[in-house]
Structures are given as structure tokens and as C-alpha cells.
């Protein structure tokens, strides 16, 4: 009887040969970009306490009311798989007083995230998040820097059409002013709203704004730019005054808030069309009050979260070519048994001076072995007969001129390079 079969769970995926080089290349992409920018690399645990989500990424959020994956462990633990980089690094940063540090913490994090949601296109329930995080300054230029770190980030990978909307959600007491405003817009229509919205409208209206479904209704809701006192709109000014110093274009959206209390200032998203309703491939903002709401001090911080599922479907959607294949130097194929041992020493010693080399393991014929060295996009080929073998040769052939050269097995790294 056939044994039972196994299916990748719903929502995950696979990275195969051929297009995890293209996820490579991104990911170093990242890490290349947070090098110039001085950002480091932090690593966290793939989960964390439960409460600390709860607490860090908000109970009246998507996340918490219900895309977590939870369990307990044997030790009647509450853990839950990271849904999102933020709450895990400010968690580290604490627990490892990075705070102490004289210098601006600037941490980057690249790693899976997990969500319990109805997969589709760009959404998945096991994703892949880029992350960068600043803690311990106020200093608008930070914001500013965090921005253009993301935008950057698109650019150099070839998308087109990219835009940051940014706006300010300013500091408690503006935010308050601004809540009644806007739950004197919303209370009339509260009959029209999803019922998510109707229960999250009086325990915390700003998140209503973010609702995808009645994105449309808020168009003429009471901007909180108006509400903002006069830090808030200093600070504003000059985050856009750096932005402005570096040439990147934005737009305000005074409708783009994230609804919890520890939120503060600048908030922006990245978007960028081709992938039909889903146009955001990312977003942030500056969180002063997180670090003291997980138990830290009270120190700053702003960061942002890319998907990079998202940016790969948005890449092939603009059909922008990754320079993601890697090429092998040399395939070496062999002919007859005395042949065969003298390949194992010269793939030996090329790969250890640096060279990718390959050879045929299935003892086929030279024409089969070609053709691997093909699929491969092998740059040379290494003919090694019994012939050249008696001569203390081997025949090197351009894959991309067809040219071949006669020369002495000692010295086929040298021809190579
Ligand atoms: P959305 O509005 O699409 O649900 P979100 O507000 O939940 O996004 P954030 O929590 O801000 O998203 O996460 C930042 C980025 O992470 C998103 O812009 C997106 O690119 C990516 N992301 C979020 N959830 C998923 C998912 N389930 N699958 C793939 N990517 C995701
Ligand atoms: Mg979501």
C-alpha cells in the first residue's frame, strides 16, 4: 500500500533552485543597503511570549484578534510565532540594555513572520519580512534617514513606480484632540461600518481609518494634521525638510495613522503598483512610546517592515531581471576510467582556489555531459579524454565563443583566471 503523502501547510511555500537565488539576491540587497546606512543585523527568536505581541503590536489590531499562531508549549507556556519583527527586537534591545549604549541602536532583522490569513497573491501565512529599527533618538533626521532607507531599497532593486505617503499621527495630547474630532465625523455613520469597525470605533477610532473595507467612506474625514500642536507640526515640518534635502518625493496622506497609543510622529507607507488591490509592500513609523510599553526605559524608536514576498511579485510584474543566476566556472567532462579519478583531483583543487566546478557522476556520454554543462550555464567546459590524459593536458572550451585551448592540467587554474 502506498504510503500517505505530505502537503506543504496552507499559506507556505516552497523556494526552490532557480528561485531562491533570486531571494538571495534581495535579502543581500538588504544587507548591502543597511551596511552604507550603518544599520546591524539583529537576530531574535522565531517566537516569543504571547503577551508580548499583545502588548507590542496592540490588542485592537488585525494581528492579535485573530492572525496569530499561539500555542503552549509542555511547559503550559504561552508562545507565539512572530507575526511581525518590531515587538521581538524591542523585547532584545531591552532585555540586552542596548539603551546603554552610547551610540543610536540602528538594528535590521530579515526573517519569517507568521500569520494565520486567507492566502492570495502577496499574502501568505508564512512571509518574509525586511525590517530596520532606530532607537534613542528624537532627532527628526532619523525619521527622515528611515524613510529613505526603504525607498532605497526599491530603487535599487529596479521597481518603478514606488511611492512613500507619509503623515504624522503626533504625540498623546494631539492625538486625543484628534479622536474626538474624529469620532464626532464617525458616530453618525457608525450604522454604515463593518461590524469590525462599529466594535473598534469607541475603544480606538484611529484604527478605523485603517479598515480595507471602508477605505472609501473616510475621504472627508477630519485630517489629524489639524490637530497636531506645535512640536508635532515642528517636528513634521522637519522630517519633510530632510526629505526634502535629499530630493525623495512623498506625498501627505493625512488618513495614514497607526491607531496605538505608543505611536508617534511620522508614520509612512511604500507602494507601488502591480499586484491588483494589494499595493503596499511596506510601512512604519516612530513608536516613542513602545520600549517603555514592553518595560524598557522610555527611549525612542521608529522603524519599518517590508514584505518581501511582495516585492518579488511586484519585480516579476514589472518584469524587472534580477542579476540572480550564478554561473558555473567550469564543467569538466570525462571520458573513460583513469579519466574520472583525475577530474575528483581537479575539481578539488579548483573549487578550493575559488572556481565553482562540476562534473558528470552518471557515467554518461560526452554529448549527455555537454549538455549538463549547458543547462548550468557553465562558462567553460574541461575535456578530459584518455588522450589528453597520456599528454598531461586537458581541452578547455569557451562555452560562449566555442573556442578551445590545449592546456597543461597544472596550470588549469591559471588559464581559468
Ligand atoms: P496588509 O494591509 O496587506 O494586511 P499589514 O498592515 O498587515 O498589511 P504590516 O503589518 O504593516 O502589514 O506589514 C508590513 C508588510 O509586510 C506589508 O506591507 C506586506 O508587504 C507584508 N505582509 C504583511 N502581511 C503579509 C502576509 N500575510 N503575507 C505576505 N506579506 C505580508
Ligand atoms: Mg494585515
Redesign the pocket.
Known amino acids: 500500500m502506498a504510503k500517505e503523502r505530505f502537503e506543504k501547510p496552507t499559506g507556505t511555500q516552497d523556494v526552490l533552485p532557480g528561485a531562491v537565488e533570486k531571494w538571495q539576491y534581495i535579502e543581500g540587497k538588504a544587507r548591502e543597503l543597511c551596511h552604507r546606512f550603518n544599520y546591524r543585523e539583529i537576530r531574535t527568536p522565531m517566537f516569543e511570549h504571547t503577551g508580548l505581541f499583545e502588548r507590542g503590536v496592540g490588542e485592537t489590531t ?2 492579535v484578534e485573530g492572525e496569530m499562531y499561539t500555542f503552549k508549549d509542555k511547559g503550559d507556556r504561552d508562545l507565539a510565532l512572530r507575526p ?1 519583527g518590531t515587538a521581538g527586537v524591542v523585547r532584545a534591545y531591552v532585555q540586552n540594555k542596548l539603551y546603554g549604549e552610547p551610540d543610536v541602536s540602528k538594528l535590521y532583522y530579515i526573517g519569517p ?1 507568521f ?1 494565520y ?1 486567507r492566502p492570495q497573491a ?4 508564512q ?1 518574509h ?1 525586511f525590517g530596520i529599527e532606530a532607537f534613542g533618538a528624537v532627532d527628526p533626521a532619523i525619521d527622515a534617514e528611515v524613510v529613505s532607507l526603504g525607498y532605497q531599497y526599491c530603487k535599487d532593486l529596479g521597481l518603478s513606480g514606488v511611492r512613500v505617503e507619509i503623515n504624522s499621527v503626533g504625540n498623546a495630547p494631539s492625538r486625543a484632540a484628534y479622536r474626538e474630532k474624529l469620532l464626532g465625523f464617525l458616530r453618525p455613520m457608525k450604522d454604515t461600518l463593518c461590524s469590525d469597525c462599529q466594535r473598534r470605533m469607541e475603544r480606538n477610532p484611529l484604527r478605523v481609518l ?1 479598515c ?1 473595507k471602508d477605505q472609501d467612506k473616510f475621504v472627508e474625514a477630519p485630517s489629524i494634521l489639524d490637530s497636531l500642536d506645535e512640536e508635532c507640526t515642528t517636528h513634521f515640518e522637519k522630517v519633510k525638510e530632510h526629505l526634502g534635502a535629499m530630493g525623495l518625493e512623498y506625498t501627505i496622506n493625512p488618513r495614514l495613522v497607526r491607531g496605538l497609543d505608543y505611536y508617534t510622529h511620522t508614520a509612512f ?1 511604500y507602494k507601488a503598483a502591480g499586484i491588483g488591490s ?1 499595493d ?4 512604519g513609523g516612530r513608536y516613542n512610546g513602545l520600549v517603555e510599553e514592553i518595560g524598557g526605559p522610555d527611549q525612542p524608536g521608529i522603524g519599518f ?3 518581501l ?2 516585492i518579488l511579485l511586484i519585480l516579476e510584474n514589472q518584469q524587472v531581471e534580477l542579476e540572480a543566476t550564478k554561473p558555473l566556472d567550469v564543467y569538466f567532462v570525462g571520458l573513460g576510467e583513469a579519466a574520472d579519478i583525475e577530474i575528483s583531483k581537479q575539481l578539488f583543487v579548483l573549487r578550493n582556489l575559488g572556481f565553482s566546478a562540476e562534473r558528470d557522476y552518471l557515467g554518461r556520454k560526452m554529448k549527455a555531459q555537454m549538455k549538463s554543462a549547458d543547462r548550468m550555464s557553465a562558462r567553460y567546459t574541461a575535456i578530459l579524454g584518455e588522450e589528453e590524459l597520456n599528454n598531461g593536458v586537458i581541452a578547455l572550451k569557451s562555452m560562449a565563443t566555442g573556442e578551445q585551448q590545449t592546456v597543461k592540467l597544472e596550470e588549469l587554474g591559471q588559464a581559468l583566471l
Do not use: A, L, N
Open positions: 488585525d494581528i511581525e513572520m500569520r490569513e502577496g499574502r501568505y501565512r512571509f519580512q485603517d480595507k507607507e494589494i503596499t509592500v511596506g510601512g517592515g517590508i514584505g514576498e511582495r
